[in-house]
Each structure stands twice: as C-alpha cells, then as structure tokens.
C-alpha cells in the first residue's frame, strides 16, 4: 500500500491487544473491550478464531510516522 500522505510504500504489521480492539470516540481509562457510553468500532478479524479476535492488520509509513488501519470490508 502507498503512504496518502508522502506516496512512499508502507509497510504492513499488526496492532494487538489482550482482550479485543477498538477504535472509540471516549479514552478509556483501561484499555480493554468498551462499555458504556460513545461510539466504537470493532477492529479485531472477529473470525471467532480466540487467537485473533484482539489483533488486526495496520499499515505503517516510518516516513510520516502514521498507521492506517482498514475496519470492514463492506
Ligand atoms: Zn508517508
């Protein structure tokens, strides 16, 4: 994938974490699987596979420093 930012090529890797991942609108004092209030997006594959459902994949441009991550396929 190309940087949209400096066009340069990215590199792809992986954001994890222990219980599941979101992306949510309110900092969380533990980051963990979000209750209450705000919205979210889930970010894990959510394949039901216990060994993946708190990872998903995350481009990295080491030039502007940024991470993109794809949420859904639809
Ligand atoms: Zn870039």
Not at 29 to 35: D, E, G, I, K
Request: glycine fraction near 14%; charge should be positive; hydrophobic fraction near 30%.
């Amino acid at each position: 994938m190309k940087c949209p930012y400096c066009g340069k090529e990215m590199t792809l890797g992986y954001i994890q974490n222990r219980d599941d991942l979101f992306w949510t609108s309110q900092k969380r004092v533990v980051a963990s699987v979000p209750l209450g209030g705000g919205e979210k997006v889930h970010l894990g594959c959510g394949d039901g596979n216990p060994f993946v459902g708190g990872e998903t994949e995350a481009w990295r441009c080491r030039v502007c420093k940024k991470i993109i991550i794809d949420y859904g396929k639809d």
